[in-house]
C-alpha cells in the first residue's frame, strides 16, 4: 500500500505564495503524480500533474501562476504557487498512479491519495 501525505498548506494573503509537498515512498518504474484541489460545495479539480517523463499538465486557471516539479527519494512532488486568490482556496490532494511514464496515456484514474492539506487565501 502506497501512502502519500502533504504538507505546505496555510493560510495567506491574496498575492501571496506556497509551496506544498507530497512524500511517501521511494517510487519505482513509470508513475503519473498530480495535485488535486476540492472546495466546500464543489467538484474534485485537478489542478497539475506531471509523469515520470518530466512533462507537466496545468489546468488554465493556474497556468503561469502554479509550478508542479518531480523532487527526489521520498518527496517526489512539489507544487509552488504564486499570486495566490481567493479562488485557489481549497483542500489540496496529491495523487498517484503507477505504470505510465506520461499522464497522458494509461487508464485516467488515480489509485493513491493524500488526506489533503488546506490552503486559505484572504483577500
Known amino acids: 500500500q502506497v501512502q502519500l501525505v502533504e504538507s505546505g498548506g496555510g493560510s495567506v494573503q491574496a498575492g501571496g505564495s506556497l509551496t506544498l509537498s507530497c512524500t511517501t515512498v521511494?517510487?519505482?518504474?513509470?508513475?503519473?503524480m498530480g495535485w488535486f484541489r476540492q472546495a466546500p460545495g464543489k467538484e474534485r479539480e485537478e489542478v497539475a500533474t506531471i509523469g515520470s517523463d518530466g512533462r507537466p499538465n496545468y489546468v488554465d486557471s493556474v497556468k503561469g501562476r502554479f509550478t508542479i516539479s518531480k523532487g527526489n527519494g521520498k518527496t517526489p512532488l512539489f507544487l509552488q504557487m504564486n499570486s495566490l486568490n481567493p479562488e485557489d482556496s481549497a483542500m489540496y490532494y496529491c495523487a498517484l498512479r503507477l505504470g505510465y511514464a506520461s499522464c497522458d496515456s494509461g487508464p485516467p484514474d488515480f489509485k493513491y491519495w493524500g488526506q489533503g492539506t488546506q490552503v486559505t487565501v484572504s483577500s
Open positions: 521511494n517510487i519505482l518504474g513509470r508513475y503519473c
